[in-house]
Every structure is written in C-alpha cells, then in structure tokens.
T-cell receptor, first 109, second 117 residues
Framework: DAKTTQPPSMDCAEGRAANLPCNHSTISGNEYVYWYRQIHSQGPQYIIHGLKNNETNEMASLIITEDRKSSTLILPHATLRDTAVYYCIVRGNDYKLSFGAGTTVTVRA | EAQVTQNPRYLITVTGKKLTVTCSQNMNHEYMSWYRQDPGLGLRQIYYSMNVEVTDKGDVPEGYKVSRKEKRNFPLILESPSPNQTSLYFC????????????????FGAGTRLSVL
C-alpha cells in the first residue's frame, strides 16, 4: 500500500471549515484513499473514501487531485466534537489498514 | 444497530494469568481483525480472520492467539500475559473484498484497555 504523509497537528475555529491535507505520491491506479478518525482513544471511525472523483457525505468532503498524488478532507463546519486524530490511508487489494500517525485536529471555541 | 462489541472494556491482570478478550459483530461480516495501539506506535494489526476457521498473523502476533469458530465472534487470547502487552486493543470487522473494494469499510469496537502488572 502507498505511504501517506500528513501534518502532525492543526487547529481550527469552531464553525469554520477544516481542511486536512494528505500526500500519497506513490499511490497506484487501483488504490483507494480512505479517511478515518479517532476521538480520544475510542475506536477509529470511518469518514469517507474515494478513488479519483471528489466525494461528499454527511460527515465530510474528499477532494482528490487529478494526478491522485494528494487529497484533502474537508469538515465543512467544524464543531468541538470533531476534535480527533484523523488518519489518511491508501488501501489496495487487501483488507489491511495501515494507520500512520495521523493529524491531530483541535477545534477551538 | 450495527456494531462491534468488545468485552471487557477495562482489564487489570497479573503476569502469566491467562485472559480472553471477546469480540462480537452483528453485521454478518466475514473479515475480522485485532489491533493494538500504543503511544508513538499507532495501531498495529495482531491477527486477522478472513472467515470461519481461517486466521492469519498480522504485524505483531507474538504472545497472542485467536480463534474463529463462529462468524460473529473473534476472541483474542493471551495465554501468558506480560507487561509489554499492556495496551489499548481494538477489534474490527468488514465485508469481504469484491469487485467494489469500496465495501471494505472496517468497523471498530470501542476498545479494551489492558494493564498487565
């Protein structure tokens, strides 16, 4: 699976959009980009995934660049409950999820 | 409600005393997996199971055993726990792979915090 690079931390003001970048320059054509988050030692929670098109669901939006070497997770209106560690994962044909260090997002009132 | 249930949530034990952490899912998922999470090391896979009676080692299997006699249950067994197995453990499950890998969303339990003294 391709390796991902994320900033270690970022702050966001409550009510504002949070834009979380992820680099995955070695991604191959059949690998998906997944985002999970973990709120304070709870079990990781699936957020969204995509292959090459932008995706949106009730939690977030995922923007994938045309060359697929990077992506951005957007939390449109961050709340205090969105404070968590966010993991960007590139996944191939197997089940395995390789969690890196992620980005610690702190939403401030 | 679709969920992965782990028990116990917290456990304190002593070195060498066998223990089992249970994991059960109600989504009829074929795939199940155990992870441990340690500060600075992230989540690491211990064992996984592709289906009933099919299990395989993950990245850190030493000191652990698993079994998969039923589809819904995937217990993690520590035959002789040691202090270096003090950790936060997560069980996860998902559907099997298919033409649409987008279905391979893993659902995680709430975690079991284990302390081995």
């Amino acid at each position: 699976d391709a390796k991902t690079t994320q900033p270690p931390s970022m702050d966001c003001a409550e009510g504002r959009a949070a834009n979380l970048p992820c680099n995955h320059s070695t991604i191959s054509g059949n690998e998906y980009v997944y985002w999970y988050r973990q709120i304070h030692s709870q079990g990781p929670q699936y957020i969204i995934h995509g292959l090459k098109n932008n995706e949106t669901n009730e939690m977030a939006s995922l923007i994938i660049t045309e060359d697929r070497k990077s992506s951005t997770l957007i939390l449109p209106h961050a709340t205090l409950r969105d404070t968590a560690v966010y993991y960007c994962i590139v996944r191939g044909n197997d089940y395995k999820l390789s969690f890196g260090a992620g980005t610690t997002v702190t939403v401030r009132a | 409600e679709a969920q992965v249930t782990q028990n116990p949530r917290y456990l304190i034990t002593v070195t060498g005393k066998k223990l089992t952490v249970t994991c059960s899912q109600n989504m009829n998922h074929e795939y199940m997996s155990w992870y441990r999470q340690d500060p600075g090391l992230g989540l690491r896979q211990i064992y996984y199971s592709m289906n009933v009676e099919v299990t395989d080692k993950g990245d850190v299997p030493e000191g652990y055993k698993v079994s998969r006699k039923e589809k819904r249950n995937f217990p993690l067994i520590l035959e002789s726990p040691s202090p270096n197995q003090t950790s936060l453990y997560f069980c996860a499950s998902s559907l099997p792979p298919g033409p649409d890998r987008a279905k391979n969303i893993q659902y995680f339990g709430a975690g079991t915090r284990l302390s081995v003294l």
